[in-house]
């Protein structure tokens, strides 16, 4: 097998640890989501991309040779459609990539962010979790094996200045859930864990550039290795934590920030 270098994380795969399993990828259409249907895909695995972008999303299923399910994550019936067509088109469920999520600009300060803005970061940020792990977990019990990831943040672990309070809430819900279940079914051969990207270079980061570009820089500041991450960088974390290589992984943060959460200050 050739390597295939993509930015700093280098070749985008260098085995075949999936090779058999089937992987579900919410958001899968574009962002760290879209770099997770790749990775896991040239490590063998089958498939299933979600997304409420039909375009985007049948284009990430048509590239990785997979299976596409229009899915809203915040509707318990469709997303155990998603998990069901799954199941039945692939004959397991071994990878759960929960990883929708939003961060829409009336998500600020708690004194100046309205409920409608909070209760709708949570259902989509939260919730959509907490139906995804309900709906993969019965496959996965039925199997004795699975590997859940559910895309946490690094915000979920420390303050920011910069507040997104139902964000940064809603990540913390996503972090806590998912040690409660990485302990509850782990002798059932599951495991769970919160991936933690520090601030990636996808479009919703580039949004945040275009209509705020002071705000940006103000968290580019404090990343140690002066840039922000690639999707790649984030999904091959996924890809590990996928795999039987994190066979004793489970009930974690698994911080992928470039120390930002380490930092007491950062390099001028």
């Not at 990430?60 to 199941?87: R, S």
């Not at 071994?94 to 970061?121: C, E, H, K, M, Y």
């Not at 580039?206 to 290795?225: M, S």
Request: proline content about 5%; overall charge negative.
């Amino acid at each position: 097998m050739t390597d295939s270098p993509t930015g700093p994380a280098g070749a985008t795969s260098v085995c075949r640890r999936l090779v058999g399993r089937t992987a579900v990828v919410t958001g899968a259409g574009s962002g760290i989501g879209l770099a997770a249907v790749r990775r896991l895909a040239s490590e063998g695995a089958r498939v299933v991309c979600a997304d409420v972008d039909a375009e985007r999303g049948k284009a990430a299923a048509e590239e990785a040779g997979g299976l596409y399910a229009e899915t809203d994550v915040t509707d318990a019936e469709q997303v155990e459609a998603l998990f069901k067509a799954a199941y039945e088109t692939y004959g397991s469920v071994d990878i759960a990539f929960n990883n929708a999520g939003i961060s829409p600009p009336d998500d600020d300060s708690i004194l100046t962010t309205g409920l409608d803005a909070w209760q709708r970061v949570q259902q989509v940020n939260l919730t959509s979790v907490y139906l995804c792990c309900k709906a993969a977990l019965p496959y996965m019990r039925e199997q004795g094996r699975g590997s859940i990831i559910n895309t946490a943040s690094f915000v979920a672990v420390m303050g920011a200045a910069t507040s997104q309070i139902s964000y940064t809430a809603s990540k913390g819900g996503v972090l806590a859930m998912s040690r409660e279940l990485g302990v509850q079914f782990a002798r059932e051969g599951i495991r769970v864990n919160a991936i933690c990207p520090g601030p990636v270079n996808t479009p919703l980061l580039k949004e945040l550039f275009a209509k705020d570009p002071e705000r940006a820089q103000r968290r580019l500041v404090h990343v140690p290795p002066g840039r922000f991450a690639e999707p790649e960088e984030i999904a091959a974390a996924v890809a590990f934590l996928a795999s039987d290589d994190a066979s004793f992984v489970n009930a974690t943060d698994f911080m992928v920030d470039g120390g930002i959460s380490g930092a007491y200050v950062t390099p001028v």
